[in-house]
């Protein structure tokens, strides 16, 4: 039997709020560290996701945002370090609640 993994890096909604889903089946707290209901150590990974924030879609400065992505390694795998690009409203466009 093949053990699947998961892909990492997923999020789900709590509260309204996107929150890692590998989080919310681990116990720990931030800045000390995060332990899997599997008993395996949250590890970190970096990935870059490029912003577009330019008037087109799919154009912008260049600028990337990178943030650290938490995952179990025995259940899930690495998150790819290139993000999904973050698509950011134009500025006159969208600023607008
Ligand atoms: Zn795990």
Same mark, same amino acid.
């Given at each position: 039997?093949?053990?699947?993994?998961?892909? %990492?890096?997923?999020?789900?909604?709590?509260?309204?709020?996107?929150?890692?889903?590998?989080?919310?089946?681990?116990? %720990?707290?931030? #800045?000390?560290?995060?332990?899997?209901? *599997? %008993?395996?150590?949250?590890? #970190?990974?970096?990935?870059?996701?490029?912003?577009?924030?330019? $008037?087109?879609?799919?154009? #912008?400065?260049?600028?990337?945002?990178?943030?650290?992505? $938490?995952? *179990?390694?025995? *259940?899930?795998? $690495? $998150?790819?370090?290139? #993000?999904?690009?973050?698509?950011?409203?134009?500025?006159?466009?969208?600023?607008?609640?």
């Amino acid at each position: 039997m093949v053990e699947q993994k998961r892909q %990492g890096g997923r999020t789900t909604k709590k509260d309204g709020e996107d929150i890692w889903l590998v989080l919310t089946e681990s116990e %720990g707290k931030e #800045g000390v560290g995060f332990t899997h209901s *599997c %008993g395996e150590e949250i590890q #970190g990974t970096s990935v870059a996701s490029p912003i577009w924030d330019g $008037p087109f879609r799919m154009s #912008g400065s260049g600028r990337v945002h990178t943030q650290t992505v $938490p995952f *179990c390694p025995k *259940c899930e795998t $690495p $998150p790819d370090y290139h #993000g999904a690009p973050i698509d950011v409203p134009y500025p006159g466009v969208a600023n607008k609640f």
